[in-house]
């Protein structure tokens, strides 16, 4: 399997569950604002819309939208419980906490990346932000993570998006319950080896 990432990307989420899953890949860097890919290339060529992430089977085959590539990446290895199986209601739940962390937060702090959005617009998006955070912090205070005790590929999703925070001016500091869980995740034996292998920690 290749993995096309961008370092602190969202494609990080599946750089570290192929790492908990425990499975054989190859790293392909590609900058998303150039388009150019490390060796040389344009990343078009892989994924027309230019994003990442893309992971690249064996045979060829190509999956884009990180909640599917993780998901697709936990179904090869079950024994690891990084999901629970497909056609469960626990599932279901899994899936609803990937789509709220791609549609509430991901695109939540899109914005705020970029440079010609006005400050009056950016301060919207913090604001709506801050209620999806303290939804969260909520939610986390009964439990250890998203699913309730055992980790999931929604937790390496969220870890990452929440990585984001420092860089836009959102403040996570009325958050205890959120800051606890992103310490209890960033401290995974694989989250630190992404990071690592990222460039993101030394």
Known sequence: MKLYFSPGACSLSPHIVLLEAGLPFEKVKADTKTKVMDGGGDYRTVNPLGYVPLLELDDGTRITEGPSIVQYIADKVPAKNL?????????????SWLNFVTSELHKGFSPLFNPSMPE??????????????????????????????????????????SNWASRVDVDLSPYANVLAYRKRVGARPAVQAAMKAEGLIK
């Open 83 to 95: 999901a629970p199986p497909s056609g469960t209601l626990e599932r279901t739940r899994l899936q």
């Open 120 to 161: 009056e617009a950016k301060k919207i998006f913090r604001e709506r932000l801050a209620t999806r955070f303290a939804h969260l912090d909520k939610h986390l205070a009964g439990n250890d993570y998203l699913m309730g005790t055992d980790f999931s590929v929604a937790d390496a999703y969220l870890f990452v998006v």
